[in-house]
């Protein structure tokens, strides 16, 4: 699994965090645990293959917000059963 993180200008609302969210999962079909967060900035979500952060950048920039950033990053599951 990949962890990818967005740096996010312009969300202001519950309704801003959604419309991100949105994006992510029109833009990234096998994204899952998407979550947004206007206090941190920031928007992150799982998928099992590499995105392509241009298009991702851009899909969130259509929107009129601004993507200032996109990383990803490996991800284990942690849990109980190791």
Wanted: aromatic letters at 6%; hydrophobic letters at 35%.
């Amino acid at each position: 699994m990949i962890k990818t993180t967005l740096k996010i200008e312009g969300m202001m609302c519950g309704m801003c965090e959604a419309h991100i969210c949105d994006v992510i999962r029109k833009t990234v079909p096998d994204a899952k645990k998407v979550s947004a967060s206007r206090s941190r900035k920031e928007a992150s979500f799982l998928s099992e293959e590499a995105v392509d952060a241009q298009a991702l950048k851009a899909a969130i920039d259509e929107t009129g917000y601004t993507c200032e950033e996109v990383s990803s990053e490996a991800y284990e599951k942690k849990g109980w059963f190791r």
